[in-house]
């Protein structure tokens, strides 16, 4: 009998400042996907754009074929492996989708994985692939150009301003104090995960901070710092989209960082978020918007501020491609919403399947 199992190619690792994280969202998911359903490849993206059939994760689930299970993972998956072409790689993808039964999850964070790169080149490949299509994935990566969509479509946000590093000057950290008050935001324009975010209090903060985020990227997008909750809600869906309950971030820092998300574990959850029946409404309701606004597909993180008694909610990012590591909220906010990691996994695939058949419908291929 013919394996029946769908092909299911992992890509971990990555070019960005979030390679760590996405190699323990790969951790997880491989542990978490059916063995009796899917046939997996991973393969692992080296910080140098290398690319290799990952032996470590091949390894990890020998051993949980041979019933360690869960036991066999490690905490964070590591990249190295047989070299393999991405083109080859890519290739191999193609070939191997016969009736769409190969779908890739490119769990890939930030710049070069998110941001409609690697979108891109499976598309050229013609091949299934988990999350938001090529422009959908660029633009919810790329803050500017984010919030200039969702402000023309009257989502409510933060004050901001966008700035190209040739732009700025020695003058520029007074101007942004003056249009935007004291303490703001500083963030790269394309990064996730908190990566090269500041808080400036000052004048001089700011300066600082601009070089800092500067470092990740050449656009740097300066917020007014908002005193408000932390409000987040998990979409999932193509054409047809529903919310989870929202959550929300209590931080264990001044502000939910990197090390707070991702190392230290402070901040707490709290799911579902304490919001009256009407607010919890209004929120998914804001969430779907923006995601369909943004072009999102599969999957995304709609981050919030809620400013109670005053804006109400208000938007911060969307995330095409979230982390699923244990203390993640996309998966955890699904959880409390009925959605179990593994079938959470299962729907993923099906919808990426599902929005590559439409493609295919709407192309004529």
Known sequence: MTDQRINLVVLFGGQSAEHDVSCTTAAHVLRAADPAKYRITPIGIARDGSWAIAAGAQQALARAAEGQGADAFPGRLDVGGDAIAPSTAVGTMAAG????????????????????????????????????????????MDKAMAKQVAEVNGIPQAQYVALRAHEVTPGTPAALAGELGLPVFVKPANMGSSVGVTKAKTIEAIRDAVEV???????????????????????????????????????????????????????QALIPAPLTAEQTSDVQALALKTFKVLRGEGLARVDFFFEEGGR??????????????????????????????????????RLAIERHGRQRRNTGL
Do not use: C
Not at 107 to 132: F, I, M, R, S
Not at 315 to 327: A, K, V
């Open 97 to 140: 989708d016969i009736g769409g039964r190969t779908v890739v999850v490119p769990l890939l964070h930030g710049p070069l994985g998110e941001d409609g790169t690697v979108q891109g080149l499976l598309e050229l490949a013609n091949v299934p692939y988990v999350g938001a299509g090529v422009l959908g994935s660029a633009l919810a």
């Open 213 to 267: 985020a500067l470092s990740y990227d050449e656009w740097v997008v300066v917020e007014e710092a908002i005193s408000g909750r932390e409000i987040e809600v998990a979409v999932i869906g193509n054409l047809e989209t529903r919310a989870s309950v929202p959550g929300e971030i209590v931080p264990g820092a001044e502000f939910y960082d990197y090390a707070d998300k991702y190392v230290d574990d402070g901040s």
């Open 312 to 349: 109400g909610f208000m938007l911060n990012e969307m995330n095409t491609m979230p982390g699923f590591t244990p203390i993640s909220m996309y998966p955890k906010l699904w959880i409390a919403s009925g959605l179990n990691y593994s079938d959470l996994i299962d729907e993923l695939v």
